[in-house]
C-alpha cells in the first residue's frame, strides 16, 4: 500500500467519497453525511487528505483531518477531526484502516495538533471496534450531528 497526499477534490478522492456517502446511506437512510466539508478544510497545514492505493494504482482507502479548534459546537483548541475513513469494500479487513489511522493521527500530531476526534454511528461497528482497540475513547459530542442518539464521538490525545 502507497500512501499519498492528495486534495480533497482530487478525482480519486471524489470517486472514494461518492463511495463513502452511498454506504452511509445505506447504513442510515439520509443520504450520507450532511457535514460541510471544503476542499481547502484539509490543505496543510491545517489538514490533510490521504489516499492508499494498491500495487496496481488503484485507490483504495482514504480518510482525512481537519484542524478544529474552541467553535461552540463541542471542540476543543488543538483538535484535529477525523473525517471520511474509508476501505472500498473489496480491501477491507487487511489492516488498512488502521494504517491509514496510523498515517493520518502522525501527520496531525506533526502538525502541532494535539488531540484527534471523529464522530461515527451506531450502525457502523467496524468504526467503533477500530477507534476503540486504537486508544480512542467516548468524549463529548461535538460537530454536525452531536444531537443525533445514534451520534458517537470519540478522541484520543495525540
Given at each position: 500500500?502507497?500512501?499519498r ?9 471524489v470517486?472514494?467519497?461518492?463511495e463513502?456517502?452511498a ?20 490543505d ?16 483504495v482507502a ?5 484542524s478544529?479548534d ?19 469494500e ?39 471496534a ?26 484520543k490525545?495525540?
Amino acid at each position: 500500500m502507497i500512501i499519498r497526499h492528495v486534495r480533497f477534490d482530487h478525482p480519486d478522492a471524489v470517486k472514494l467519497n461518492d463511495e463513502v456517502q452511498a454506504e452511509y446511506h445505506l447504513r442510515y437512510g439520509d443520504g450520507g453525511d450532511a457535514t460541510t466539508l471544503d476542499a481547502t478544510d484539509f490543505d496543510p497545514p491545517r489538514g490533510a487528505y490521504l489516499i492508499a492505493y494498491d500495487e496496481n494504482d488503484r485507490p483504495v482507502a482514504t480518510g482525512g483531518w481537519r484542524s478544529q479548534d474552541d467553535n461552540g459546537e463541542g471542540n476543543e483548541d488543538g483538535d484535529a477531526e477525523l473525517k471520511r475513513m474509508y476501505v472500498v469494500e473489496g480491501m477491507r479487513g487487511r489492516g488498512l484502516a488502521r494504517r491509514m489511522l496510523t498515517a493520518l493521527e502522525e501527520d496531525a500530531r506533526a502538525a502541532g495538533r494535539v488531540r484527534m476526534v471523529l464522530e461515527t454511528g451506531t450502525k457502523q461497528p467496524e468504526a467503533i471496534a477500530l477507534y476503540t482497540s486504537s486508544g480512542y475513547a467516548p468524549c463529548g459530542k461535538f460537530g454536525y450531528y452531536r444531537e443525533y442518539e445514534e451520534s458517537r464521538c470519540f478522541a484520543k490525545r495525540l
